[in-house]
């Protein structure tokens, strides 16, 4: 399978959470002129913000985060340790990731569920729909167990993915700076 269509979901979902930022950026600032201009707030823009631009705009990015393998990390340790081990904690690591995110999936699911099936809203100044934001953290998390269960993949089958997911992380910043 290929690498490009393994990442074209996470790519469109990056999309998507790049547009809510830019939709959040627009609407709080358009709502600020016009509360300082007109006294004319909009409505429903802390509900908007709170519920859909900020949960879309953090989480909808974990598949590609973990694709890319770019969270932060302390791999002090980590490089010290023989390539053996190195694959040995990275394979171990992935797999709980995969069950960690796969279990947030299945439980935020059941969230979402419950809140579609009570049309939950919200209870500020506008009763505006909230039930939809719901769904995304269980298609977030379970892009993440994707992600990770395609980097264990590479990780027992791929030598040059092996070499590259446990490779020292120092000595790939002193690679890509002299390139």
Same mark, same amino acid.
Request: proline share 4%.
């Given at each position: 399978?290929?690498?490009k *269509?393994?990442?074209?979901?996470? !790519?469109?979902?990056t !999309? /998507?959470?790049?547009?809510?930022?830019v939709?959040?950026m627009? &609407?709080?600032? *358009? !709502?600020?002129?016009?509360?300082?201009?007109?006294? #004319?707030?909009?409505?429903?823009? *802390?509900?908007v913000?709170?519920?859909?631009?900020? %949960?879309?705009?953090?989480?909808?990015?974990?598949?590609? %985060?973990?694709?890319t393998r770019?969270?932060?990390? $302390?791999d002090v340790?980590?490089?010290?340790m023989?390539?053996g081990?190195r694959?040995t904690? +990275?394979?171990?690591?992935l797999?709980? @990731? %995969?069950?960690?995110? =796969?279990?947030? #999936?299945?439980?935020?699911?059941?969230? #979402? +569920?419950r809140?579609?099936?009570? &049309?939950?809203?919200?209870?500020?100044?506008v009763?505006?729909?909230?039930?939809?934001s719901?769904?995304?953290?269980?298609?977030?998390f =379970? +892009?993440? $167990?994707?992600? @990770? $269960?395609?980097?264990?993949?590479?990780?027992?089958?791929?030598p040059?993915?092996? #070499? !590259?997911? /446990? =490779?020292d $992380?120092?000595?790939?910043?002193?690679?890509?700076?002299?390139?």
């Open positions: 399978m290929s690498s *269509l393994i990442t074209w979901l996470p !790519d469109r979902l !999309d /998507v959470a790049s547009l809510l930022l939709l959040m627009l &609407n709080i600032t *358009l !709502d600020v002129i016009l509360k300082a201009l007109f006294n #004319a707030p909009i409505q429903g823009t *802390l509900e913000t709170a519920y859909y631009y900020m %949960v879309g705009s953090v989480l909808l990015p974990i598949a590609i %985060v973990e694709l770019s969270s932060i990390s $302390a340790f980590f490089n010290l023989p390539f081990l694959f904690l +990275m394979a171990f690591i797999a709980l @990731c %995969v069950v960690a995110y =796969a279990g947030l #999936a299945w439980i935020t699911w059941s969230d #979402a +569920m809140a579609f099936g009570r &049309n939950e809203v919200s209870m500020g100044g009763g505006m729909p909230i039930w939809p719901r769904f995304i953290l269980p298609v977030s =379970a +892009m993440g $167990a994707l992600a @990770c $269960a395609w980097n264990l993949l590479l990780l027992l089958t791929s040059d993915a092996r #070499a !590259d997911l /446990v =490779a $992380a120092t000595e790939q910043l002193i690679n890509e700076e002299i390139e």
